[in-house]
């Protein structure tokens, strides 16, 4: 049975038409492969199309141009080596890259005195990440050609090109060396000194070091800097900070962090009894300092994730001015982590408001604001439609975004009616409801009619400034 998959972006739309693994089973992937199309608008108005080889090809070219463009280390091809199918090279700008593809399949192409001309494409860093995407969408899918796996390989150390001349690196080394061979030489007519046997300072200094802490029993050096360390000082700091009061940021940081902790407390052994911690937390999601509750999380503070996650400053003793919020985060010996704030926060007063503005609101339009959407109940199933969507979506959203402070990726649900109006959002980690409104998000949202068919999409704003629209349940098959 015939069976046609479509990975469609604004600037690239890969066709995949093949033969399915059991005829009798509609759901059955596509496992042999027929033919491939790639159509990239506004770069070329030519179809390339190709069998297995063809695809092949362009994944792994696509694959390893994509790595060395976001390593910045070259990946040279094998010297006397055929050229492939499909190549992609970095143009004379930064931003343009030339997609080349052969037009004779692979062969002698020497002595064919028939052989076209590879076919040159110009592509922008926009088109070339939609055709990245395209590539990703199609590895990803399990109902598509199982067995093609991407492949990366790491590149051998002695292809990055070193950023100082050898003799500027050499030097530091040079004088070392003569240095050594100098101190060694003076330090050579220095008679050895005379000792008269005497009692260690550090012996007599050491009971009174060891019970340094009134009611504790005495503890060595190293144990005595770890309960230090585990005893909460790194919060001594934090007690002039402003807390955090808002309801809604509270939420977000409560959920973001307890993410984290769980998914850093994946595969440890699990304690005796719970571990209790109380913690502050910025208004960024870093975890700020922490203090145990009890006595089993001293003895096991190790064994969890806070030493790994707390954002260490550079100048530890100075009081920390940013607000931040408490919370008490205790790990279960079920392998839980549950997270606490210290204090209920005070909800924030809202100004009376008619039926209308209410319903209108739902999604918000500020980091307080940004409300979770309700289920959607009346979904919009066509494919073709949904794939209308999510490009106006992109346009929008692109049109008016500019350059955010964020320091890590912000993820949004955002909703669509059918005709295209934004009705609702909703930040999904901490960090987006925190700057959604460096976002052009609450200016994108309209007063719609709330009983049309809708759609949800995923909005990444990336940490290195690309935007990414998808569909929330995934492209359409």
Not at 202 to 226: I, M, W, Y
Request: charged share 20%; net charge negative.
């Amino acid at each position: 049975m015939t069976v046609q998959r479509q990975y469609t972006l604004p600037h690239c739309n890969l066709v995949l038409e093949g033969l399915s693994a059991d005829a009798n089973d509609p759901l059955s992937p596509l496992a042999v492969l027929m033919n491939a199309e790639c159509h990239l608008p506004g770069a070329t108005d030519a179809t390339l199309s190709g069998g297995r080889e063809f695809l092949d090809s362009l994944v792994a070219a696509v694959s390893r141009y994509g790595q060395q463009l976001l390593s910045g280390v070259p990946y040279p091809r094998a010297t006397g080596s055929a050229p492939p199918m499909v190549e992609i090279k970095p143009g004379d700008l930064p931003y343009h890259h030339h997609l080349i593809v052969q037009q004779q399949p692979l062969g002698d192409r020497v002595n064919d005195v028939n052989a076209l001309p590879p076919l040159d494409i110009q592509l922008t860093t926009v088109q070339f990440y939609d055709l990245m995407e395209a590539v990703d969408q199609l590895l990803a899918d399990t109902q598509t050609l199982p067995d093609m796996k991407a492949q990366f390989q790491a590149v051998s150390r002695r292809l990055v090109r070193p950023t100082e001349p050898m003799t500027k690196r050499a030097t530091p080394a040079a004088l070392g060396a003569a240095a050594l061979a100098a101190a060694g030489l003076a330090l050579f007519f220095v008679p050895p000194p005379e000792f008269e046997p005497t009692r260690p300072e550090s012996e007599a200094s050491a009971p009174a070091a060891a019970s340094a802490v009134p009611g504790e029993p005495p503890r060595t050096d190293g144990e005595t800097s770890e309960a230090v360390a585990a005893d909460g000082d790194s919060l001594d700091r934090l007690e002039s900070a402003p807390a955090i009061t808002d309801a809604a940021t509270i939420a977000l940081l409560q959920s973001d962090v307890t993410q984290r902790l769980q998914e850093a407390w994946a595969d440890v052994p699990r304690p005796s009894g719970d571990l209790a911690y109380r913690m502050a937390v910025s208004e960024d999601g870093d975890i700020l300092g922490y203090q145990y509750e009890n006595d089993l999380a001293l003895e096991e503070v190790d064994n969890t994730p806070l030493p790994q996650l707390t954002f260490v400053p550079v100048a530890g003793a100075e009081p920390v001015r940013e607000r931040v919020a408490q919370f008490v985060a205790t790990f279960t010996p079920d392998g839980e982590v549950r997270l606490e704030p210290t204090e209920t926060p005070a909800e924030t007063e809202e100004p009376e408001t008619n039926a209308s503005e209410t319903d209108t609101s739902k999604a918000g339009t500020s980091e307080a604001d940004a409300a979770e959407l309700p289920t959607l109940e009346d979904k919009v199933t066509d494919s073709d439609r949904i794939r209308e969507l999510n490009s106006d979506l992109y346009d929008s959203i692109l049109a008016e975004l500019e350059p955010l402070s964020a320091n890590e990726d912000l993820r949004f649900r955002v909703r669509l009616t059918e005709t295209g109006e934004v009705v609702g959002y909703e930040p999904v980690n901490a960090a987006a409801g925190l700057l959604v409104n460096e976002t052009p998000l609450p200016n994108l949202v309209t007063t719609a009619d709330s009983t049309a068919n809708q759609a949800d999409f995923q909005v990444v704003f990336t940490e290195s400034g690309v935007l990414e629209v998808n569909p929330w349940d995934g492209w359409p098959q």
